[in-house]
Nanobody, 124 residues
Framework: QVQLVESGGGLVQAGGSLRLSCAASGRTFSVYAVGWFRQAPGKEREFVTAISRSGGSAYVSASVRGRFTISRDDAKNTVYLQMNRLIPEDTAVYYC?????????????????WGQGTQVTVSS
């Protein structure tokens, strides 16, 4: 199995940027598709974006399209989420998750491996 640790969250002003990291240990990250999800208080866990095992395909939710970019660096066993032009609606705990498939599903219950989450708060 693989262990995941998110980092890079914090407090940022609306319009600002953050880069989240998801670092993997154990099994090499290159064999997993990886997704980013977020969960606000009282809300369901929401798909944000995901990247295929090969890194050749990315999938982005409509709410963040054009603002967030996912990338992976398999040499560092790390997946990144670059978040630009942040808005208060982006405030949530952000999680990365791994799936042992070539293409990432968008449904959170299909992912077996999760990090602990990192808090992102966007002030207006």
């Amino acid at each position: 199995q693989v262990q995941l640790v998110e980092s890079g969250g914090g407090l940022v002003q609306a319009g600002g940027s953050l880069r989240l990291s998801c670092a993997a240990s154990g099994r090499t990250f290159s064999v997993y598709a990886v997704g980013w999800f977020r969960q606000a208080p009282g809300k369901e866990r929401e798909f944000v974006t995901a990247i295929s095992r090969s890194g050749g395909s990315a999938y982005v939710s409509a709410s963040v399209r054009g603002r967030f970019t996912i990338s992976r660096d398999d040499a560092k066993n790390t997946v990144y989420l670059q978040m630009n032009r942040l808005i208060p609606e982006d405030t949530a705990v952000y999680y990365c998750a791994a799936h042992s498939s070539s293409n990432p599903p968008s449904r959170p219950n299909e992912y077996a491996y999760w990090g602990q989450g990192t808090q992102v708060t966007v002030s207006s």
